[in-house]
């Protein structure tokens, strides 16, 4: 299936970890971005490659990979981070996941 | 730094058809595919279709094929999306996405 699955929403309180999974047969074969999409914003791109962070997005994001599912990973999550958070892989139709509306509080 | 400039709101009849543009700035605009993704009022995401800049070739999803035109100029390295026979459910924000950096997007609201 070219699916991609997250669930539909993580809740942390500030300083703990939140992890966001994302499933999909096309994993095993397709690199995975994640997107970070603020109320009123457009996204901002804040792991490629599965595990690869662009420049200027803090260490605590991290990305990793086990089999056909990829998870995003935000140690210590701050308010700030607060946000929907959206997978990606380049293949077949439904290229994005459903979103994950991540809260801390 | 890298920069996608987007065309401004567009408000459309139902059947009539919407072109957005996305200038591009701060990098090599034919060294990246330029995709095209859409997101109604509450929704996610939903990715419509890409547009290699050097050859032309595009490819879109499946839902929008016959209707979705994926065009570029490399002299003013601008795309442009073309979506016709609109619907209301075409009403959302249109973004066009490069390699690593989005457009601010367009609203397209479609009403009679």
């Known amino acids: 299936s070219s699916e991609l699955t997250q669930p539909s929403s993580v809740s942390v309180s500030p300083g703990q970890t939140a992890r966001i999974s994302c499933s999909g047969d096309?994993?095993?074969?397709?690199?995975v971005r994640w997107f970070q999409q603020k109320a009123g914003q457009a996204p901002v791109l804040v792991i490629y490659k599965d595990t690869e962070r662009p420049s200027g997005i803090p260490e605590r994001f991290s990305g990793s990979i086990s089999g056909t599912t990829v998870t995003l990973t935000i140690s210590g999550a701050q308010v700030d981070d607060e946000a929907d958070y959206y997978c990606y892989a380049a293949s077949g139709n439904n290229r994005f996941g459903g979103g994950t509306k991540l809260t801390v509080l | 730094q890298v920069q996608l400039v987007q065309s401004g709101a567009e408000v459309k009849k139902p059947g009539a058809s919407v072109k957005v543009s996305c200038k591009a700035s701060g990098y090599n605009f034919t060294s990246n595919d330029i995709n095209w993704v859409r997101q109604a009022t509450g929704q996610g995401l939903e990715w419509m279709g890409w547009m290699n800049p050097i050859s032309g070739h595009t490819g879109s999803a499946q839902r929008f094929q016959g209707r979705l035109t994926m065009t570029r100029n490399t002299a003013i390295t601008t795309a442009y999306m073309e979506l016709s026979s609109l619907t209301s459910e075409d009403t959302a924000v249109y973004y066009c996405?490069?390699?690593?950096?989005w457009g601010q997007g367009t609203r397209v609201t479609v009403s009679s």
């Open positions: 096309i994993l095993a074969k397709k690199y």
């Open positions: 996405v490069g390699p690593a950096d």
